[in-house]
């Protein structure tokens, strides 16, 4: 049992990948493959998106546009807290009568932290509470547009050379070259009419074609490269004024070097994510849609499905110098299954289970103890137990087939887990 | 415009772009202006202060999956928030990236994360990709090394320095702590050593990009002789002012004026194109880019000009190269975005994208990935064409051009 305290006193161990072990807390069970699944060995997938300080759900493809930010929040370039609109009453001519003067509302952001407004970077007021700030936009935008136009055209002639290539390689009594120029290539140029071939040797642009062509101009070399301002050598640095490099690296596409010229960001969103057995496909665990609720449409986490173990009360017998070897129960124990509503009765009736007192120390709805003897084989040190349960398991959430006998069961399947208990330290 | 790309006009969703250097990372998506997101390539466990880094060649193979593959969880789960089973991914590295540690990335993306395809791109060319010449002399600043490397790729003419961003902090860390004194509740003027056994790496990084500065070049010649003159006749310049740095509100810092470090010099007497053909040499001095982190300090580039300028006046250099005219390039992006951008520039060509990425299938096939270094993965039929050109997009260059 992992609890906040105790971490991990239980462990059971994982066949997935690699055989690593982990506390039950952590795991899941896949009812369909009858297994334990760890984080590592299930896929994780993105389910849903939210604003993790508005709580607004945002579907994927809103939050695709709008590059996993949120609309109306903000993020205060200084110290990354989220920032906060704040409204001031400004004097402002009335639009009838340019001498009266009335107060509008006029509203900035502002940290509630660090203190920064928006104010402080120059940008203006604006007269509506949400949607009047806007991200300042990449000035090299349009180039790299351009460039992208320019090499997907480039892209699209490889491709038809090596679908030309591979229809040509379909007939190999013609030799390649032969058919490069006179076979396949006539052929096609029939077909499409209007637009010659282009030549094979080289993908440059100095062909024309009647299709739109574009070209870029390549990028111009400078000469000369603005020096460094004579006053660095002799101004002191205002070091409140210099923006750090992780405030620098929030905006990728400026970073500033002054803190005058620090915008804020819209806010990243979260995600809820769900996830899926690598085996057989299925969903083990799958939140909810609405960002606020903490709660799972689908859940088979291992300790709800399979049963825990927890809390020891040992007794050791003697010390040898080997491994540590443990006498178990021989017998099977008999556990009943869990029932919800026996947790709150109190006055339980005895189940009629013929428990040996040697081996079982108590029984309670679902719940068991039992002996373990423990002889640890060294002096000192921490004591390790593992072993191997076998336990049954009904798994009565199966899809119910409507059988000949009218009945619905479900079999019980044996499941066997190497489970390993820290007992602690020795005590000298 | 390819804002609406991604919104089902019949092609396959956009490619992540990922660029994984030593200090930093960082990821987008193709077809876009910036990367989303820049972080440090670094994981923090919950327990220990120190960050693990994520780019390292010298550990063995399963820590080295076990941190790739949370820290490419982080990059899918919190930065980009997108399924990693839908999209390609690029991945922009440096030619130098040892080949396990290539595997171990391409096992994490393919075996954990189970990809559809992904491709290996090298991040000089792809900055050359953003400026739309043939041809071109980058000059990666980093943080571990220095590259400098031919656009249409000659394999056979780079060199390296293992002089980045991180000799420039060892550096400023050792001057630092015999330099500078230290005031604290207990007095003023301490030194370093006293008080905190050292600094730890994000103040001296800060230290660097905040207040340090790259001086011209007769002033760095003057610096120079005054530190290796020792009767003392050349005169250093006045040094700038001292900076008060806060480091943990309590204590603060005073950084003496006079740090400074001739290490640019070091990196400039490489550059020099020697190594590649006499009739490429014209052209490629004329088509200087320069990326990396280390490059954006400030006068890093104008130092950079008149130390080449100076060094080719110098008889080693002269008959070396017969120009004396260089150009630097300023690509559409930071310096150290531009490998990034170039990365999403081609992850933006879906036609070829396909075909030129190492697919699931494949690896699944063969179990590794193919690698420059390495003759015996077969060769794609495109490369059997007689007297054909290879156009500009290459994914590894196999040029028999010397």
Redesign the interface.
């Known amino acids: 049992m992992a609890t906040l305290l105790q971490p991990e006193k239980v462990l059971y161990l994982v066949r997935g990948e690699k055989k690593i072990r982990v506390p039950l807390s952590q795991l899941y069970f896949c009812r369909y493959c009858s297994e334990l699944r760890s984080l590592e060995c299930v896929s994780h997938e993105v389910d849903s998106h939210f604003c993790p300080s508005c709580l607004e759900n945002m579907p994927s493809a809103e939050a695709k546009l709008k590059k996993n930010r949120c609309a109306n929040c903000f993020d205060c370039p200084c110290c990354m807290h989220t920032l906060s609109t704040r409204a001031t009453n400004i004097p402002a001519p009335l639009p009838d009568d340019p001498t009266k003067t009335t107060m509008k509302k006029a509203y900035y952001l502002a940290c509630g932290f660090c203190r920064w407004t928006s104010r402080d970077v120059g940008m203006a007021d604006k007269s509506v509470a949400s949607g009047g700030w806007q991200e300042p936009e990449n000035p090299h935008t349009q180039r790299i547009n351009k460039l992208i136009e320019y090499y997907q055209q480039l892209a699209q002639r490889e491709k038809l050379e090596r679908d030309r290539k591979k229809l040509a390689r379909r007939r190999p009594f013609m030799p390649q070259a032969f058919s490069e120029k006179y076979g396949l290539g006539t052929r096609l140029q029939r077909q499409r009419s209007g637009a010659p071939i282009s030549a094979l040797y080289g993908l440059s642009l100095k062909e024309g074609e009647d299709q739109k062509e574009i070209t870029i101009e390549p990028a111009q070399a400078l000469d000369e490269v603005e020096p460094l301002p004579e006053d660095y050598y002799t101004r002191p640095v205002n070091l409140p004024e210099v923006t750090t490099l992780r405030q620098r690296l929030l905006q990728p596409d400026f970073q500033p070097a002054g803190a005058s010229q620090l915008h804020p960001r819209h806010k990243h969103l979260l995600m809820k994510r769900s996830l899926r057995c690598r085996k057989c496909e299925h969903n083990l665990s799958k939140p909810e849609f609405n960002p606020t609720s903490i709660k799972f449409k689908i859940q088979l986490v291992a300790v709800q499905t399979l049963f825990t173990l927890s809390g020891l009360t040992i007794t050791v017998l003697q010390c040898v110098l080997a491994l540590c070897c443990v006498l178990v129960p021989s017998k099977e124990l008999v556990l009943s299954g869990k029932d919800a509503a026996a947790e709150y009765d109190e006055l339980a009736e005895p189940q009629g289970f013929q428990d040996d007192p040697d081996v079982v120390a108590f029984r309670k709805s679902n719940k068991i103890g039992f002996f373990i003897k423990v002889v640890p084989q060294r002096e000192e040190g921490d004591v390790t137990v593992a072993f191997k349960l076998r336990h049954d398991f009904r798994n009565l959430a199966a899809p119910i087939r409507p059988t000949e006998e009218g009945e619905a069961t479900s079999e019980a399947i044996w499941l066997t887990h190497h489970v390993e208990l820290s007992l602690g330290p020795l005590a000298t | 415009?390819?804002?609406f790309e991604?919104?089902g006009s019949g092609g396959e969703k956009t490619a992540v772009v990922i660029d994984l250097g030593a200090a930093?990372t960082?990821c987008g998506f193709a077809?876009e202006?910036?990367?989303?997101?820049?972080?440090p390539s670094e994981i923090k466990h919950a327990g220990s202060p120190e960050a693990v880094r994520v780019v390292q060649y010298n550990i063995n193979t399963e820590e080295l999956y076990s941190i790739l593959k949370e820290f490419v969880?982080l990059l899918y789960?919190r930065?980009?928030?997108?399924?990693p089973?839908d999209r390609r991914v690029v991945i922009v590295e440096s030619i130098l990236c040892p080949s396990h540690f290539r595997e171990t990335l391409s096992r994490v993306f393919f075996?954990h994360f189970?990809v559809p395809s992904v491709l290996f791109a090298p991040s000089h060319l792809m900055s050359v990709?953003?400026?739309?010449?043939?041809s071109a002399l980058v000059m990666d600043c980093g943080y571990t090394e220095t590259l400098i490397y031919e656009g249409i790729p000659i394999l056979s003419a780079w060199e390296a320095l293992p002089m980045g961003g991180k000799a420039i902090h060892k550096e400023l860390h050792s001057l630092l702590s015999e330099q500078c004194t230290l005031d604290t509740d207990s007095g003023p003027g301490l030194s370093l050593p006293t008080v905190i056994s050292a600094i730890p790496e994000d103040v001296v990084?800060?230290i660097k990009?905040?207040?340090c500065?790259?001086?011209?070049l007769q002033?760095g010649m003057k610096i120079q002789e005054a530190k290796f003159n020792l009767d003392g006749s050349a005169e250093r310049?006045?040094p700038?002012?001292?900076?008060?740095?806060?480091l943990d509100g309590r204590k603060i810092l005073h950084i003496k004026g006079s740090i400074s470090f001739p290490s640019i010099h070091f990196v400039c007497s490489v550059f020099v194109p020697r190594q590649c053909p006499i009739d490429t040499r014209k052209v490629l001095s004329?088509?200087?880019v320069i990326i990396g982190g280390t490059s954006?300090l400030?006068?890093f580039?104008?130092r950079l000009?008149s130390e080449i300028r100076s060094l080719v006046e110098k008889p080693k250099y002269r008959d070396a190269l017969a120009t004396k005219?260089?150009?630097?390039?300023?690509?559409?992006?930071?310096p150290?975005?531009t490998a990034w951008?170039g990365g999403a520039?081609?992850g933006?060509?879906?036609?070829?994208l396909g075909?030129r990425s190492v697919s699931r299938d494949y690896y699944n096939q063969t179990g590794r990935i193919p690698d420059w270094c390495c003759l015996s993965t077969p060769l794609p039929?495109?490369v059997y064409e007689a007297?054909?050109?290879p156009?500009?997009?290459m994914k590894r260059a196999f040029s028999t051009e010397k």
Do not use: W
């Open positions: 415009m390819p804002l991604g919104l930093y960082k077809g202006t910036g990367p989303r997101f820049i972080i969880h789960f930065h980009l928030l997108v399924n089973r075996k189970e990709m953003t400026l739309g010449i043939q990084e800060d990009v905040r207040t500065f790259v001086s011209d002033r310049p006045a700038p002012p001292d900076v008060e740095y806060p004329e088509n200087l954006m400030p006068g580039l104008h000009l005219s260089f150009r630097i390039h300023s690509p559409p992006a930071k150290n975005c951008l520039i081609f933006a060509l879906q036609d070829i075909s039929d495109s007297g054909k050109t156009p500009p997009l």
